[in-house]
């Protein structure tokens, strides 16, 4: 079943030609299991983005820790799922069963909610959202790869900014939640927690019950009547696959996490503390309104060049949180800026690895360009905390955004081949 934006004429097997514009035949239907599965990421993004809206406040806040422990929190919540996101992409092609895996992946997060439940200091903490992202690393690729295989090539950064779209539906919804629960029970986290474990388990039941397995080899050696290729590691060495690593492990260290951002904006506003949740809604409102724009952009202008104007996005975000001025308005265009940013690079990463990796490794490309992202943010976050400690709130974003600055040119330079193709680059 698909839902139809117009009759196209399905071209997954069909060779393509880089550089070379979509012709009138090319499809503009995005599958039923890209939808399944944009509805799983909704719930469970309501699970997960109604506590990290609170997470920078109650660490620092009720819980009283610093700046540099929520550096380290921060951290592993950004980089600890590139432990496992090679093994979850390497088990989902080698077992050709990636739902299974992207299963495992969700129940594994459901359960670390139980812990928040509990968990009341640096240790706990730390161990649950290890816990938590280590789900995160082993359903990732596969669920991408889930895409990848139930899309047509002409069509795919849109796909993937339609399951983005619904992402960000519930990376929106929850922090509206968290905020409405503690302005009406101002101590309301434990509420929380018990909330984002019932949506986490919801997001599960649906994968296991409504979302079809693919078998992405299989299926391409029924397609073409030859035998089902094997998994083998030097599929993945491919130069621009090599490339496109590098970018988006430069890129990611001068990537700071969203909660350094908004904890900067809420310093300089001074606005109460029931409302930081809503900086989180404004920056999904952003991403949820651009995502399919952007991805459709992307398909027609170049997949890398998007992702390259992305991050000039996000230095633009870095200038206005950076400067001494206060207001609602800047704090404004600095959520548009980062769901911009979000909304260029997210799904787009992922449908440039899957064009550099071949069908028999395609989620275990896609892992290694998201451990690319999860090791260098891991280090992000780690060493803006240490910066903020050290120099203070305005000159470690200085900091960062004169970094960020200096490696758009560079990885624009190293992204040279995707960038000469008008297609799929």
């Known amino acids: 079943m698909y839902i139809s934006l117009s009759d196209a004429k399905s071209a997954q097997n069909t060779p393509e030609t880089p550089g ?17 599965l944009g509805i799983v990421s909704m719930f469970t993004d309501i699970s997960t983005e109604s506590v990290s809206a609170i997470l920078p406040l109650y660490i620092t806040g009720v ?27 390497y088990a989902a092609d080698r077992g050709d069963q990636p739902k299974w895996v992207a299963f495992f992946g969700y129940g594994v997060s459901a359960v670390a909610r139980i812990g928040l439940l509990f968990a009341s200091g640096f240790a706990a903490l730390s161990a649950v959202v290890a816990v938590d992202r280590l789900g995160k690393g082993v359903r990732t690729a596969p669920r991408d790869a889930l895409i990848t295989a139930s899309s047509e090539p002409d069509n795919l950064a849109r796909s993937f900014g339609v399951h983005r779209m619904l992402d960000t539906v519930g990376a929106a919804i929850g922090p509206l939640l968290a905020f409405a629960i503690l302005f ?19 997001g599960v039941i649906i994968l296991g019950i409504v979302v079809p397995n693919k078998h992405p080899r299989a ?11 094997r998994f083998r590691w030097r599929d993945l060495n491919d130069r621009r696959l090599r490339r496109l690593l590098l970018t988006a492990g430069l890129l990611g260290l001068v990537t700071v996490g ?11 506003s001074g606005f109460a503390a029931e409302y930081f949740p809503l900086l989180y809604v404004g920056t999904n409102v952003a991403f949820l309104a651009l995502a399919i724009p952007l991805g459709r952009f992307a398909d027609r202008f170049g997949r890398a060049r998007v992702f390259i104007l992305g991050h000039v996005a996000l230095l633009a975000a870095y200038v206005c949180a950076a400067v001494p001025a206060t207001g609602w308005q800047l704090t404004l265009v600095c959520l ?16 440039l690895a899957s064009q550099a990796t071949p069908v028999e490794t395609l989620a275990s490309g896609i892992a290694a360009a998201q451990t690319a992202v999860a090791v260098s943010r891991l280090i992000a976050s780690v060493g ?16 960062v955004a004169c970094g960020l600055a200096v490696l758009i040119p560079v990885t624009a330079f190293i992204m040279r081949d995707f960038l000469r193709s008008a297609r799929h680059a």
């Open 63 to 89: 819980i009283g820790l610093s700046t540099v422990a929520y550096g380290v929190i921060d951290g592993l919540y950004q980089g600890i799922s590139a432990v496992v996101r090679i093994a979850g992409g």
């Open 258 to 268: 969203d909660g350094f951002i908004y904890l900067v904006l809420q310093s300089k």
């Open 184 to 202: 009406f029970i101002p101590d309301g986290y434990s509420t929380i927690f018990v909330v984002s474990l019932a949506f986490a388990i919801l």
């Open 336 to 351: 548009l800026l980062l769901g911009a940013f979000y909304a260029a690079t997210d799904g787009i990463l992922a449908a």
């Open 384 to 399: 803006f905390g240490l910066l903020w400690f050290s120099l203070g709130r305005d000159a470690a974003m200085i900091v």
């Open 219 to 229: 299926e391409r050696a029924t397609a073409t009547a030859e035998p089902k290729a």
């Open 20 to 36: 070379k514009r979509p012709t009138q035949s090319a499809t503009t239907r995005v599958s039923s299991v890209v939808i399944a």
